[in-house]
């Protein structure tokens, strides 16, 4: 299995998403909210998959090859100023040089950024150049650029999850898994494109949306009851649920559920 600094939690349940593909046959995935589109990267890199299109809503990978060039080029550039790679904050003449070098950087490459300069408790929609304190995490590219090279060879577009839904509607069939990986209705952070709050009305209106297509998916979101409560009410009897706890800082967890609903009448 392949991942991205930016694959989250989704690249932990791969497996189970993977058996399922497997036990049922399906052939074609749909990933509504693409993300690092870390499932349906790897179902089609094994070749479990027949075809699989990832909804890139914020153009991730449009950036990803300047970004990972920007990224090579800074770590040198840290290197050979002497950084060591450390969990610890850098001392304050290294943050002066490290910020200085961000502040000449595009500020839409910052949140790729972050995940190897910036504390990991930060929100990286709202990143200032004072934020970059840290040298960490994986300095390399190849297992990006390994990913990226998956990605070019898949179908990719950018647009509104319902608007991708509606396109590629004529296309579903009984081989046909949607995956739905929105922002969670439970969650504090429930910007979309940190434009849009996507709370319980916003996932209510998902669900009627795929109910009436009548095509198989896969639901995460975050609390189990909730996640039950909101298929049930929707009448989706034949599902199943599956729960971990995700760490989230050393003294704090969340659940993290994934329901896998087979949605034909």
């Not at 070749?47 to 060039?69: H, K, Q, W």
């Not at 990006?144 to 990719?156: D, G, K, P, S």
Request: glycine letters at 4%; charged letters at 25%; aromatic letters at 14%.
């Amino acid at each position: 299995m392949i991942s991205i600094p930016f694959s989250g939690s989704k690249r932990n349940r791969y497996k189970e998403v993977k058996q399922i593909i497997q036990d049922n046959g399906y052939k074609k995935v749909y990933e509504a909210f693409g993300g690092s589109a870390v499932l349906s990267v790897n179902l089609f890199r094994e070749g479990l998959v027949e075809r699989a299109v990832i909804n890139d809503y914020d153009r991730l990978f449009d950036l990803y090859p300047a970004y990972l060039d920007i990224k090579d080029t800074l770590i040198q550039k840290c290197l050979e100023a002497g950084f060591i790679k450390s969990n610890k904050r850098l001392n304050a003449t290294q943050r002066a040089y490290l910020q200085s070098m961000i502040a000449t950087i595009d500020e839409k490459y910052w949140r790729l950024l972050a995940n190897n300069f910036v504390f990991s408790g930060k929100q990286t929609g709202s990143l200032k150049p004072l934020y970059f304190t840290y040298f960490h995490n994986d300095i390399t590219t190849d297992k990006q650029r390994e990913y990226l090279q998956t990605v070019q060879q898949m179908e990719r577009v950018s647009m509104d999850y319902k608007a991708f839904l509606k396109q590629y509607f004529k296309d579903f069939d009984d081989t046909t898994m949607i995956i739905l990986d929105p922002p969670y209705m439970n969650s504090t952070q429930k910007a979309y494109d940190n434009r849009y709050f996507f709370g319980l009305s916003a996932t209510l209106q998902m669900l009627q949306m795929v109910k009436e297509m009548q095509v198989d998916f896969i639901f995460f979101n975050m609390i189990e009851r909730d996640v039950i409560e909101v298929l049930k009410v929707f009448g989706f009897q034949d599902f199943e649920v599956s729960t971990r706890r995700i760490t989230q800082t050393s003294t704090s967890s969340r659940e993290d559920c994934l329901a896998y609903v087979r949605n034909h009448f």
